[in-house]
């Protein structure tokens, strides 16, 4: 377990390959032999998580005695861990938490294969800052969750590294870019590791800031700049929320702690349920930001302003799930702010759906293919916070395992296209590129599969988790949770359809050659297509394994990840796996492609998928006469789904949201600008100039009782005198 | 025949009649020198009464020393620890000005040996005043320290400007002292006597009487006359404009002072009874004359006007204690003496200054103190030492002083005590607006006309900056020095 | 004995003195004013003493007779100067410096 | 701890070595400039020495009590003596004061402003630097007021000689906000010598600020309190400065040469921070109870207003200058709180902005020496034309911006943190509004200093600069710099550094306030 306690180390190798690339990268290692540092470091990062993950496995399957909390202990144990955190009314925990967790047990995963509750390794290292004589510790909190994310940045950001040795090979910031992409990475995994909510910020913000920096990586032109500060400034709108948030848990639980947190909450649920209301509205605020939800999501298609691999790693794979894995993480608070176990809408789930519903809209009306995939990342990204909360914890997760292999793989294709295409990402100038780049087209059409959820690709089996999550819910189902996963599955496939059909298909409309990206960057795409195929594996479902007798393999992302020491408190259930629901999802992703397949190859695509090369011949005949086909098939799809939603989704999005967002910095500088000029200048200033004005005017006028002339200074003297006399024989 | 012959001489303390003897006899001495050797006298002047200041500084003290109080011709001259302490401050800034004196006398070929002997007569009045405890005394002292200074604010016989500011003086000052005597006249009608103890236990019994009112309203107005309190303030800024340099300056210190003086001796002396009266009228005169003195000053363009403007405005501060006389008595004396010693070296410093100034750019006006800080850093680094000292910002002197208002008002507590504070801090504020101008001229301006050539600055007058710029930093670093003084005065004025 | 009689006529006196110092223009007749304010105060003196049947009214009174005389020399000298600097005595006219 | 030999003078040493230079100095004539300037940093850094010997020497274990102790007489007549000790709250800002002092000296070793004169200008400096220090290790009240208003004086003459344009109006208005709340604070001073009592009810008639503290106001009435409070307040918050008294501080920083600013900004203004946690708290528990919803209002009207000016600037150092009046907001803020999250960020807070704001002003300052102008309009690319400036700039304003893993965080969300349930039953729903308003200056300060940075370093430079070469940062700008650099990310990545030495002491505060408040 030596790896788990000194997890530290996984972040502060990038860290320190940050610094030796930024400072002693041009003198010494050379400005275009930097990656070498960020390669190699990111491969050790890659071995230790691994080693990580494997160690965690291994606590779970024969846990140590200290790991287990005795389900039927359960109070008492707590009390041991958690010193006086929480010493009252162990009685009560323990009968609601064994309670639970039995039934958790009971309709858990099919084959009632039943785990023990692992605690989390949590090992602190120095008094981080203290105050009031209470002294706050750094440390590291690291179960399968941290695993789990631990490999998917590490993989990803190891890919993006090797593939971006070409993609950005000459740039003029070459080393700015690696030294960047090395912190990025250790601000990531020292998120994911928090071990309390401080940490949580720390690394938020830091990821905040190198996505800004990315994003601004070409700071000559205006638009990166502009797109770069619109990130950070929409980030920083949420962490207001993030900060009252916190702060609220801090207020109510006294401490920053993660682990005794949810411990509390978990072993007394419904108590300081309002405290919590407020926590989790404001954390939502957060990670409605930093994961692209509604309404502040329009900063992550402007982000696509970076470079691409930048996209795939920061605004596909990791960054943007922070806000998904900061509710997992915190997970109780959220489940019993929204009480999420009884009721059958909540904020959480509304706002994911809800950005699911208009992200898969609005990537219809695209034409930049970053922009598709930046809005489909935001689609995904709703599904997440969706399944979050319906109560589908472990969908979720497993929905951002997978999606961030082929949605990573996507964007990197869509880079090697552009590195094929001349540098545009304009689908309206590509086309037929199939052929001149075989593996990019290969990998791009698998990862797009796997996101539409076709099976076996790994995206089916999370979708499908997701969907059932929602069909059962917890006490009761989330109907329209389901009927806006449903919407989304169809126009996902829909629109990736579209893509592969404006990219790959039809003749090239660019200009130049366009030729395959050389082996350094096909082979990362082919590893993530690769896992794109097979990382639905990582969660299937008992049923499917039973008849290979593998059913000991099930849902070992839920065994594994899950934090069933805080859920089982809550009496989080699991759904039976249903085929049906599987079958529908299927069929609606199947659907989607079929039908935007009819849009676009007219309905000789009936046939059926399998024969590519006929209908690319009938491709060129409809792009001769395409406009009767359009007027034929507008009616068809078009009108039903593209313009209503998408038009108006897009309307709204570019019109309100958007513009609600710039111009809330336009006028924060108006106000500025009045308040400077009348209230500051004017009023306050302007008074204390206005007394000072004061003062040398009555001087000027005092001076006229100066006349010089003597009998003046008499009569004055005498007068003085004498109304003196008067007043105060009078008065006194 | 008979009566004549039964005249017998009242005892006579000659111990403590010595400073006041020596300064007579020196006086007298420098008449007779001048008499015998006329002309080739005139170098030794300046000398000669030095030398007499600092003898007649030896008795007091070997009285200091032996400390104990001495009364005479029935209470009418005291020679006390707080008598003492004045007298050694009026020798001691009559010392600086005639340091400041001698180049600007002998260069405007005055007469020179008048010059010092009317010094050194109204030296005499002064130090006559601080022992003073009988109206008769205390009006005598007066006359003797008035009559000389008249006739030297009209020393510059042939300056138009001189003439006029010895008449307004003279105008004045008799009017004042007419108005005054005619206090004393019915103050001395209810006492039936004239001493301070007698008119102490005859008025200081309760019920308001009109005519003690008035009486002691035309004595008070008297002396507020004497330290330009406004709204007696008036012949002070002209005077001062018109008088030879360091005349202005023994007027602006020293017979300020005297008045001060007189008024500590007569509100805790002979009025301690009449607070109902005093604290009123010294609440309202001393918030008028700071807020007016510094409203005016901060119009003025000539700098001897802008001091004498200050002066007035620092009058008022000084008079801010009286206002809390019975409060706190012992705090109030204590502030005032205080704050005339600091005051004294302060403002003669500043003075001296701008002697030296003028012996270059041979104007009063304040643009001819561009850039002094390039072409005569110490002299603007003195400058800068007086006005912050004046303005009361640490480290230099003034601030103590102002502490000590401070600490007598907030000792005697109260809302008006209170209310006069702020008006203080107002003032004080106010106050450096104008000191600002000197010191923005000095320090951020260049030369008006561009000759840089250094101030050749004389003898006597570097030592009078010495003393001053000593003075005013000891007592600002450590304000002990003075404030033991104040803590002795107390003692023996209250008469413990 | 008439000690209000005496009273009213020095407070008389003095007023008539006071207003010559302030109407009165020439000069001199300022610093004859002033002697009459002077002799206002000695005759509430020298009543006041004999009132109180003590002679320091008196003594007093006396004080103020020689001080008066200097003075008056002093005032005399100075309108003197003035009349030979600037020919006129008319204290209206000396008005040099102001403000 | 019992204070023995070389350990009883110190302090005075450290308050003091500066001041013997700047005689040295006068005394040397002005042609052997070299000379003067040696002797100049010599002394000062003599003086930063015998403050790290102080840091070594101190008991971390005892920081909440005094050290160093010095008692000797000093104004008998007024029984004000010259007590001079530090505690924990002391330490980080006598160790700020005397680090930034000799790195002014260096960075204005070779370019003086105009109009020149080396001597006086390094003569002010230390006298500046005796008059800061001292402050902070004052334990007298009359002491404390004069070293506080020594620095007056001095900083005047920096700003008005060595200023820009504007600088007669700067410097004197400057000039006359403080003095008028020094007076008003000096009576508050005198009031609390005549009426503190001790625990029997004997007249205390002391300036001594231990006694005082120990006092805690105790047999002073409320109502007296609250007035008293009133005028420490004015001589505290106008040198904070606080809305509405924080117009000087624009003008005065904008005018100010290089130096001053940073010296004004990273010092001074903590002069009037200190004088609340060291004097007015302590002092009067139940004023300070009284007053705390209002300074708490100002404080979170002085966030978001300066933050509203910043956005209203057209000139780069006037825009910082108002960052400061937003930063100090959030430093009030957390004194408001009366709680040990809020005074101990507070203080942090304090070290943070000095820092922080310092060096921007010195970036502000040598871009200006290189522009000529600071009109952010016409300013840009700075990333171009002098990377390491630019990416220096960046830092800062990140830092400023309340970065997490920079000292400015530790600054802010802990006094956030702190409004949310405030010490002494202030009323919580109010300051949980005061929170929130707080969290929402930070998305302004975000915007401000993005929108600076995005105008001043990001884009090409401006085509009136296009064709110039324009330095990149010199040895000089290094040696002065790289501390700040180095204390910005070492206080911000391990807080304890600080948070650790204060905590004892502004318990020790919180304590006597809480006694207070649950007394009636």
């Known amino acids: 377990m030596w790896m788990l306690e000194n997890a530290f180390l996984i972040p502060l190798i990038p860290a320190i390959s940050f610094v030796v690339i930024l400072f002693f990268g041009k003198r010494f290692i050379g400005a275009d032999r930097v990656h070498v540092v960020g390669i190699t470091a990111l491969g050790l990062v890659w071995v230790l998580s691994a080693v990580a993950a494997f160690q965690w496995t291994q606590r779970v399957e024969n846990p140590p005695p200290d790991a287990i909390v005795q389900v039927q202990h359960h109070g008492d144990d707590h009390g041991d861990d958690h010193g006086d955190d929480h010493g009252d009314d162990h009685g009560d925990d323990h009968a609601a938490a064994s309670g639970h967790s039995g039934d958790g047990h009971g309709d858990g995963h099919g084959g009632g294969h039943s785990s023990p509750l692992i605690r989390p390794v949590i090992s602190t290292f120095s008094d981080w800052w203290s105050n009031a004589g209470v002294t706050f510790a750094v440390g590291t909190f690291v179960d399968g969750q941290t695993v789990l994310l631990l490999m998917v940045v590490a993989s990803i950001s190891l890919l993006v590294h090797i593939y971006s040795t070409e993609y950005v090979k000459g740039d003029r910031r070459y080393v700015h870019y690696y030294a960047f992409l090395s912190l990025f990475t250790a601000a990531m995994l020292f998120f994911v590791m928090a071990q309390n909510i401080i940490q949580l910020i720390v690394g938020w913000e830091l990821v905040g800031v190198c996505s800004f920096a990315l994003i601004g990586h070409w700071w000559e032109e205006k638009p990166n700049t502009d797109a770069a500060l619109k990130a950070f400034l929409t980030n920083r709108v949420g962490d207001v929320g993030l900060l009252v948030g916190m702060i609220v848990l801090w207020g109510t639980f006294k401490t920053f702690d993660i682990d005794v947190i949810n411990t509390l909450i978990s072993t007394n649920p419904g108590a300081h349920h309002f405290a919590l209301l407020v926590a989790a509205c404001c954390l939502m605020a957060a990670v409605a930001s930093k994961s692209g939800q509604f309404p502040l999501h329009t900063w992550l298609p402007d982000a696509m302003a970076g470079p691409t691999p930048v996209s795939a790693l920061i605004h596909a794979a990791t960054m943007v799930v922070a806000g998904v894995y900061m509710i997992a993480r915190l997970y109780p608070v959220f489940y019993e702010g929204f009480s999420i176990g009884t009721s059958s809408i909540n904020l959480m789930a509304f706002i994911g759906g809800f950005t699911a519903l208009i992200g898969a809209g609005l990537a219809f009306a695209q034409w930049d293919i970053k922009k598709v995939l930046a809005y489909s990342t935001v689609s995904q990204l709703g599904y997440m916070v969706m399944a979050l909360g319906v109560g589908a914890w472990t969908a979720a997760i497993f929905h951002l395992f997978t999606h961030a292999f082929f949605k990573a793989c996507l964007f990197l294709g869509a880079g090697s296209v552009s590195h094929a295409a001349h540098h545009t990402f304009d689908m309206r100038k590509m086309g037929g590129l199939r052929k001149d780049m075989p593996h990019t087209y290969r990998t791009f059409v698998i990862s797009s599969l796997a996101l539409a959820g076709i099976f076996p690709f790994a995206g089916f089996w999370s979708k499908d988790e997701i969907l059932l999550g929602s069909l059962v819910g917890q006490e009761n189902g989330y109907p329209l949770m389901l009927i806006f996963g449903c919407a989304v599955a169809l126009m996902t496939a829909a629109y990736m359809t579209r893509v592969i059909w404006y990219t790959f298909h039809g003749e090239y409309r660019g200009h130049g050659h366009p030729h395959e990206s050389p082996k350094v960057m096909t082979v990362p795409l082919w590893i993530l297509a690769g896992m794109a195929v097979l990382a639905g594996a990582f969660n299937l479902p008992g049923p499917v394994l039973e008849p290979i007798g593998l059913e000991g393999l099930a849902h070992r992302i839920q065994t594994y990840a899950e934090p069933s020491v805080y859920l089982n408190g809550l009496g989080l259930s699991h759904p039976d796996p249903s085929l049906n629901m599987a079958l529908v999802g299927l069929a609606l992703a199947l659907s989607g492609i079929l039908i935007t397949y009819l849009y676009y190859w007219r309905r000789l695509g009936l046939h059926g998928l399998t024969e590519r090369n006929r209908y690319a011949r009938r491709g060129y005949t409809i792009l001769e006469n395409k406009y009767y086909l359009d007027h034929l098939y507008n009616d068809v799809v078009v009108e039903t789904v593209k313009r209503p939603l998408a038009k108006w989704a897009n309307r709204f999005n570019q019109n309100v949201l958007d513009r609600t967002v710039n111009t809330a910095g336009e006028t924060a500088r108006d106000v500025g600008r009045w308040v400077y000029k009348w209230i500051d200048q004017g009023a306050i200033d302007g008074s204390v100039n206005a007394a000072a004005r004061g003062a040398d005017s009555s001087g000027e006028g005092l001076r006229s009782i100066q006349s010089g002339k003597v009998q003046n200074y008499g009569q004055l003297l005498f007068g003085a005198a004498a109304v003196l006399a008067i007043v105060f024989v009078i008065v006194v | ?496 | 004995m008439l000690l209000n009689q005496f009273l009213i006529l020095g407070a008389v006196l003095f007023s008539v003195g006071v207003y010559g110092v302030l109407a009165r223009r020439n000069g001199v007749m300022v610093l004859m004013s002033i002697e009459l304010m002077l002799n206002a105060v000695n005759i509430n003196l020298v009543v006041f003493g004999v009132q109180h049947g003590v002679v320091s009214g008196q003594v007093f009174a006396l004080f103020v007779i020689a001080v008066a005389a200097a003075e008056v020399g002093v005032g005399l000298a100075i309108v003197l100067l003035l009349y030979r600097n600037r020919t006129s005595i008319d204290v209206e006219d000396f008005d040099l410096m102001r403000g | 701890m019992e204070v023995t030999g070389f350990d009883t003078w110190v302090l005075s040493l450290a308050v003091f070595l500066p001041l013997v230079g700047a005689l040295v100095i006068m005394l040397i004539p002005k042609v052997y400039e070299t000379e003067l300037k040696l002797v100049a940093l010599g002394s000062s850094l003599v003086a930063l020495v015998v403050g790290i010997y102080i840091a070594i020497q101190f008991d971390y274990g005892a920081a909440g009590d005094l050290q160093f102790v010095v008692d000797k007489g000093w104004i008998d007549v007024i029984n004000s003596r010259y007590i001079v000790g530090l505690d924990g709250l002391s330490l980080p800002l006598l160790l700020l004061s005397l680090v930034v002092v000799p790195l002014c000296l260096i960075y204005s070793w070779n370019h003086i402003p105009d109009p020149g004169n080396p001597k006086a200008f390094f003569v002010l400096l230390l006298i500046l630097s005796t008059g800061m220090n001292g402050s902070f290790v004052a334990q007298d009240m009359i002491l404390f007021f004069v070293f506080f208003e020594i620095v007056l004086l001095p900083m005047y003459f920096l700003i008005g000689v060595w200023g820009g344009e504007d600088r007669r109006y700067a410097s004197l208005k400057f000039f006359l906000y403080t003095l008028f709340g020094s007076a008003l604070m000096i009576i508050s001073f005198l009031a609390l010598f005549f009426l503190s009592k001790d625990a029997s009810g004997e007249l205390l008639q002391t300036f001594d600020m231990r006694v005082l503290t120990d006092a805690a106001g105790v047999g002073i009435i409320k109502s007296t309190q609250v007035w008293i409070f009133a005028g420490l307040f004015m001589g505290f918050g106008i040198k904070v400065p606080m809305f509405p008294f924080h117009t000087w501080l624009p003008d005065a920083h904008t005018q100010a040469p290089t130096v001053g600013s940073v010296i004004l900004a990273a010092v001074l203004l903590k002069l009037g921070t200190y004088g609340f946690v060291r004097i007015a708290i302590p002092f009067l528990p139940e004023g300070a109870i009284a007053w705390a919803p209002w300074i708490g209002l100002l404080a979170v009207i002085g966030i978001i207003y300066g933050a509203l000016g910043c956005l209203a600037q057209k000139d780069m150092k006037r825009l910082i200058a108002f960052s400061s009046v937003a930063h100090m907001g959030f430093v009030m803020l957390g004194i408001a709180t009366l709680t040990d999250f809020g005074i101990n960020a507070a203080v942090f807070g304090m070290i943070a902005h000095g820092l922080i704001t310092g060096m921007l002003f010195f970036v502000a300052g040598s871009v200006k020496e290189r522009y000529h102008t600071l009109e952010i309009s016409r300013l840009g690319g700075l990333l171009k034309s002098a990377p390491r400036m630019g990416w220096i700039l960046g830092f800062a304003s990140m830092a400023s911006l309340g970065l997490p893993g920079l000292a400015g965080f530790w600054g802010e969300f802990p006094a956030i943190l702190s409004a949310y349930n405030p010490g002494a039953g202030l009323s919580e729903e109010l300051f949980r509004v005061y929170m929130v308003i707080a969290a929402i200056g930070t998305v302004l300060a975000a915007g401000y200093l993005l929108w600076l940075y995005q105008r001043t370093a990001f884009g090409e430079p401006t085509e009136e600069f296009a064709g110039h070469e324009i330095a990149d940062v010199n040895r000089d700008e290094w040696i002065a710099w790289t501390p700040f650099l180095i204390g910005i990310v070492l206080f911000g990545v391990w807080p304890n550094l600080i948070f650790n030495v204060t905590d004892d002491v502004v318990s020790g505060i919180t304590a006597s306030v809480e006694a207070i408040a649950a007394g009636n």
């Open chain 2, 1 to 496: 025949m008979e009566a004549l012959l039964a005249f017998s001489r009242p005892a006579l303390d000659w111990h403590a009649l010595a400073p006041e003897l020596t300064l007579l006899a020196f006086g007298t001495l420098i008449t007779v020198v001048d008499i015998i050797w006329d002309d080739r006298s005139k170098r030794a002047m300046p000398t000669l009464a030095g030398i007499g200041l600092l003898a007649s500084l030896l008795p007091i003290l070997t009285l200091a020393v032996d400390g104990s109080e001495r009364t005479m011709f029935g209470g009418a001259y005291v020679v006390d620890d707080f008598s003492l302490v004045l007298k050694a401050l009026f020798l001691i800034s009559g010392y600086v000005v005639i340091l400041m004196s001698v180049d600007y006398i002998r260069d405007g070929d005055y007469y020179e040996n008048e010059y010092y002997t009317l010094m050194l007569t109204s030296l005499l009045g002064m130090v006559m005043m601080s022992s003073s405890r009988d109206l008769i005394s205390v009006f005598v002292a007066l006359e003797l320290l008035s009559i000389p200074a008249y006739m030297l604010a009209a020393w510059r016989k042939g300056g138009a400007r001189s003439n006029e500011a010895g008449l307004k003086y003279y105008l004045m000052g008799v009017f004042a002292s007419a108005v005054m005597l005619y206090g004393m006249s019915l103050v001395y009608g209810l006492a039936g006597s004239t001493a301070f103890e007698a008119i102490a236990q005859e008025l200081g019994s309760g019920e308001s009487n009109p005519v003690a009112i008035l009486g002691i309203l035309f004595i008070l107005i008297g002396f507020a006359f004497k330290v330009s309190a406004v709204p007696f303030h008036t012949w002070a800024p002209d005077t001062y404009e018109g008088a030879p340099t360091p005349v202005t300056a023994f007027l602006a210190v020293a017979s300020k002072t005297a008045g001060m003086v007189a008024l500590i001796q007569l509100v805790f002396v002979a009025f301690p009874g009449r607070d109902d009266v005093v604290q009123p009228f010294f609440w309202l005169i001393a918030a008028l004359t700071m807020t007016i003195g510094n409203l005016i000053a901060l119009r003025q363009n000539n700098i001897v006007r802008l001091l004498a403007y200050s002066g007035v405005a620092q009058g008022g501060f000084m008079l801010v204690p009286f206002a809390v006389a019975a409060d706190a008595p012992a705090r109030a004396i204590e502030a005032v003496v205080i704050y005339m010693a600091i005051y004294a070296f302060m403002n003669l410093g500043a003075f001296t200054v701008v002697l030296a100034v003028a012996r270059k750019t041979r104007s009063g006006e304040i643009d001819s103190y561009g850039g002094l800080f390039q072409y005569a850093p110490g002299l603007a680094v003195a400058m800068t030492i007086f006005l912050a000292a004046l303005a009361g910002i640490p480290p230099a002197g003034g601030w103590f002083a102002k502490f000590g208002l401070f600490r007598a008002l907030l000792d005697a507590g109260g809302g008006w005590a209170a209310g006069l504070g702020v008006v203080v801090a107002v003032n004080t504020v106010i106050a450096f607006a104008y000191y600002a101008r000197i010191l923005v001229q000095m320090w951020f301006q260049s030369v008006p006309d561009g000759d840089e050539r250094p101030i050749a600055i004389p003898g006597s007058l570097k030592a009078a900056l010495a003393v001053t710029i000593i003075a005013t930093m000891a007592f600002g670093v450590l304000p002990g020095l003075v404030g033991h003084f104040g803590e002795v005065s107390v003692l023996s004025a209250l008469g413990g």
